[in-house]
């Protein structure tokens, strides 16, 4: 299955133990995993500020999702009533490489249920189908 991870699920898996470090086993080990440079840049972004990571952590976390992953250049999303545009371009890379499923825990991008073809999904919502 194409899998696209959403930034905040990639923070969350590498940052803690728990569902979203099992999620990356489970889709790095099984699935293909999509990204895009704009979801590596908000990693890099947010690892290196909110999670104080040192420059040489950050790139080397980078340079770990860029090797492991499929990237794509993100598909344009018009959605003029969406709430947070910034979002956009992750479900453009779910578009762009022809994922099934993108994974996030953004509550507005959950609203979307599908799009495209692309199904969105809670982290919880993913793992447990997943084990099924």
């Known amino acids: 299955m194409?899998?696209?991870l959403d930034t905040n699920i990639l923070l969350a898996g590498i940052a803690t133990h728990g569902l979203c470090e099992a999620l990356?086993?489970?889709c790095y080990r099984d699935h293909t995993v999509v990204l895009s440079e704009y979801i590596i840049d908000e990693l890099?972004?947010?690892?290196?500020g909110k999670f104080k990571a040192a420059p040489e952590q950050?790139?080397?976390?980078?340079?770990?999702?860029?090797?492991?992953?499929e990237l794509v250049v993100p598909a344009p999303v018009i959605m003029p009533d969406f709430e947070d545009p910034d979002d956009l371009p992750v479900l453009g890379t779910a578009i762009a490489g022809?994922?099934?499923?993108?994974?996030?825990?953004?509550?507005?991008?959950?609203?979307?249920?599908?799009?495209?073809?692309?199904?969105?999904?809670?982290?919880r919502a993913f793992y447990d189908r997943l084990r099924q």
């Open 58 to 69: 950050v790139e080397e976390v980078c340079h770990f999702f860029r090797s492991q992953s």
């Open 98 to 123: 022809k994922a099934e499923c993108l994974v996030t825990g953004d509550q507005a991008l959950q609203t979307i249920k599908e799009f495209q073809g692309v199904r969105v999904f809670s982290p």
């Open 44 to 48: 890099r972004s947010h690892y290196a």
């Open 2 to 4: 194409r899998v696209v």
């Open 24 to 26: 990356l086993t489970l």
